[in-house]
Nanobody
Framework: QVQLVESGGGLVQPGGSLRLSCAASGSIFSINTMGWHRQAPGNQRELVATITSAGSTNYADSVKGRFTISRDNAKKTVYLQMNSLKPEDTAIYYC?????????????????WGQGTQVTVSS
């Protein structure tokens, strides 16, 4: 059973910063891709950033230059440093992991999702 647990959300003023964390647990040997999506009220879920086990990153245009994704492969944890936050960044942020290999060598291509953490940017 693989679980993803996010932390670090909250209320912040415009221009402020937050750091989200997401730790994967379970019988996991490695994870190919980890990342973050977000969903604002009335909107579809959208990609924010992804990072591979080799460290290759991809960002949505709306967060480039403000958000930084990183990961600790040994801890099976992904982080999202969010700076210069704007009200339009307000959303539930979901962590995901895809391309998991278990300790028994089984490969799971499908994505696993966390429960989400609320980020609210408001004065």
């Amino acid at each position: 059973q693989v679980q993803l647990v996010e932390s670090g959300g909250g209320l912040v003023q415009p221009g402020g910063s937050l750091r989200l964390s997401c730790a994967a647990s379970g019988s996991i040997f490695s994870i190919n891709t980890m990342g973050w999506h977000r969903q604002a009220p009335g909107n579809q879920r959208e990609l924010v950033a992804t990072i591979t086990s080799a460290g290759s990153t991809n960002y949505a245009d709306s967060v480039k230059g403000r958000f930084t994704i990183s990961r600790d492969n040994a801890k099976k944890t992904v982080y999202l440093q969010m700076n210069s936050l704007k009200p339009e960044d307000t959303a539930i942020y979901y962590c995901y992991a895809a391309g998991l290999t278990s300790h028994t060598g089984t490969y799971y291509s499908g994505a696993r999702w966390g429960q989400g953490t609320q980020v609210t940017v408001s004065s």
